[in-house]
């Protein structure tokens, strides 16, 4: 079973960007890895999605214009580029692998990072 690994959470002032970094290492994973995030307090949220076959990405309202996933097939890593960072995506952000379902709900993956905290502040 895939294990996703995070990385490239931070500290950044709103405006600012970051990079996020998931590596798919161990076994067989799904046909899509996810991002996720959680804020303090909220239900997890669906961030963004891709395929490792496919090149059309999917992406969440907190995402949209801003933030861009994107996947390097030979490395199994997949990169989520923030930009245009808002306190309010101030969250602990997650990766994972997708089993079945839906791409947008949680319960739809069965692998999950430790996550990484980004912190926006204004």
């Known amino acids: 079973q895939v294990q996703p690994v995070e990385s490239g959470g931070g500290s950044v002032q709103a405006g600012g960007s970051l990079r996020l970094i998931c590596e798919a290492s161990?076994?067989?994973?799904?046909?899509?890895m996810g991002w996720f995030r959680q804020a303090s307090g909220k239900d997890r949220e669906f961030v963004a999605a891709?395929?490792?076959?496919?090149?059309?990405?999917y992406y969440g309202d907190p995402a949209r214009g801003r933030f861009t996933i994107a996947r390097d097939i030979a490395r199994r890593t997949i990169y989520l580029q923030m930009n245009r960072l808002k306190p309010e995506d101030t969250a602990v952000y997650y990766c994972?692998?997708?089993?079945?379902?839906?791409?947008?709900?949680?319960?739809?993956?069965?692998?999950w990072g430790q996550g990484t905290q980004v912190t926006v502040s204004s």
């Open positions: 891709i395929g490792w076959n496919y090149d059309s990405p």
């Open positions: 994972a692998a997708h089993s079945s379902g839906d791409l947008r709900l949680w319960d739809s993956y069965d692998s």
């Open positions: 161990g076994g067989l994973s799904g046909e899509f």
